[in-house]
């Protein structure tokens, strides 16, 4: 699946694209969005009449994806993108640039389990970007950073420098950091629509509106992400291990095995902060994952809660409908 738009879904086949609906039975009988087709998925569809609207009859099992918490209070969850080899997470090195935004794109790709590559787009607007990269290097030394700038040719090697043939990538990034830029130049043509920068602020009016995956002429496959606003996190709060290794492993020397590092007495972590060893916007960031992650944890659980009581109290009532006169 190429590209949703509204309740379609383009669909690359070998003979072309085809617009291919889900049946009506079946949108009902979907209950969770992680059923739904998301951009990168492979379809099944049903054959279809001559005339007649193409079905989609199955989504193909995902190999990986790309899932974050929608916007809103709500804890429901949206798949950004399937079948991902590696995610591209885009900033821009402009008054805009937020090493705490990078933190939590960092955190999603982590969570999800997808390999990510971290770009600093707008160099050329930016006198040290060196000093950038070292920033983001810290956040996650293990993770490639490259700092580019859309404008200019060599971006679309550098970029591609970490997608072989057949692989597929997705960016993810705010509103106005240079996806759109990016993915054009790769494809040598406009194809996605860019806007000009306001005159007098840093952002760039989104213009991208809807996920679509793009063939690059070197063999490679993109899927461009409209700017994610929040950056909401959807996993189990356990999982946030692993996310912030520097924290941990001091942590580890806490007095308490459950230290909240909070004001503990006997805190390695909250000693290494005042030494100036940790940021303490770092401490902050962790410390509001986790927070956000237990908050989710406990929502699904009311929801799932929910959803057993109404499926009690459907039992109950057909079961009052069936049931003998004077028993
Ligand atoms: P998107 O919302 O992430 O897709 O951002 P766009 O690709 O639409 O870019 C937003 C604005 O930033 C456009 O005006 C681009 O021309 C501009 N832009 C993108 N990349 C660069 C870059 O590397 N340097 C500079 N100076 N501007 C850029
Ligand atoms: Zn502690």
């Known amino acids: 699946m190429v590209r949703e738009d509204r309740g379609a879904f383009r669909v690359r086949l070998d003979e072309g694209e085809r617009v291919a609906r889900l049946p009506g039975r079946r949108r009902i009988e979907v209950t969770s969005a992680l059923e739904l087709p998301a951009v990168g998925d492979w379809l099944a569809l049903a054959p279809a009449a001559e005339g007649t609207e193409t ?10 994806s790309l899932v974050r918490r929608a916007a809103g209070g709500e804890a429901a969850l949206q798949v950004v993108a399937a079948n991902v080899d590696r995610v591209f997470l885009v900033s821009g090195l402009d008054e805009e640039f937020n090493p705490r935004r990078i933190e939590r794109l960092l955190a999603l790709a982590r969570l999800n389990g997808v390999a990510a590559v971290i770009l600093l787009n707008k160099a050329d607007l930016c006198p ?25 040719a060599d971006s679309a090697e550098r970029l591609v420098a970490f997608l072989a043939p057949g692989e597929t990538a997705a960016l993810l990034g705010a509103s106005g950091v240079g996806k759109s830029t990016l993915v054009n130049r790769l494809l040598g043509e406009a194809r996605q629509a860019t806007r000009p920068v306001r005159a007098g602020d840093a952002k760039g009016r989104h213009a991208t509106t809807r996920r679509e995956l793009f063939c690059l002429p070197s063999g490679g496959l993109l899927i461009d992400t409209p700017g994610l606003r929040e950056v909401g996190l959807w996993a189990e709060a356990e999982e946030l291990r692993g996310t912030f290794e520097d924290i941990e492993a001091l942590a580890a020397q806490c007095r308490f095995r ?42 699904r659980s009311r929801t799932q809660e929910k959803a057993r009581g109404r499926e009690l109290a459907a039992r109950l009532k057909t079961y009052r409908r069936v049931k003998p006169k004077g028993h």
């Open 258 to 299: 459950d230290c909240r590092h909070l004001d503990e007495p006997g805190c390695a972590v909250l000693l290494a902060v005042e030494a100036g060893r940790l940021g303490p916007d770092r401490l902050d960031a962790f410390q509001r994952m986790q927070l956000e992650l237990e908050e989710l944890d406990q929502r």
């Open 55 to 64: 079905r989609i009859a199955a989504v193909l099992p995902r190999r990986s």
């Open 128 to 152: 040290d970007p060196a000093a950038a990269l070292c920033c983001v290097r810290e956040l996650s030394p293990e993770v490639p950073a490259v700092a580019l700038s859309a404008l200019e």
